[in-house]
């Protein structure tokens, strides 16, 4: 192997470990029989989402999860395989994924990268089971009014009781 060779494959190792670092979640995936409309479709459904989708050699994937300090995805990088990952949105590539997979059953979810530590599969379809981001601030929203809602109730209630009774 010569020099400029080693030196790309370092400077790639490197970069796919950064990527590792810095993404809120990393769903690994074995995409093989997918069809190339459906990879299309799926790359996307994960742009439109703000999720980035690579297919990246297992070694290099192995010698980046090590940089970065990563344990537990190991396992995962066997066969063809995909990191589809973001920056900023936890739930965004398990949910993608989780859906377009109920589609197109060839793809097949091995495990993922939550927060910084290793998941299963079943960890990651049931964070893909969560809701987004805006319907968990709406859950919140919801739950924050309820107590005055129930107030303001209670109040109109005891009000028209009075009035009735006079």
Do not use: C, W
């Amino acid at each position: 192997m010569t020099k400029a060779v080693l030196l790309k494959k370092q400077e790639e190792v490197s970069k796919v470990a950064e990527e590792l670092k810095s993404a809120a979640s990393v769903v690994v995936v074995d995409y093989l029989g997918l069809t190339v409309e459906e990879v299309t479709n799926l790359r996307k459904e994960l742009r439109d989402n703000g999720v980035q989708m690579k297919v990246v050699k297992n070694t290099i994937l192995r010698r980046a999860a090590a940089q970065a300090e990563i344990e537990g995805l190991d396992a995962h990088f066997v066969g063809p395989t995909a990191i589809v990952f973001s920056e900023s949105e936890v739930v965004a590539p398990a949910k993608v994924i989780a859906e377009f997979a109920k589609k197109a059953e060839k793809l097949e979810i091995k495990g993922g990268l939550i927060e910084g530590k290793a998941a299963s599969a079943e960890d990651v379809k049931a964070l893909a089971a969560l809701p987004d981001r805006d319907g968990l601030l709406s859950m919140l929203l919801s739950v924050l009014q309820a107590p005055v809602r129930n107030t303001a109730l209670a109040i109109k209630a005891v009000a028209e009781a009075k009035e009735s009774a006079a």
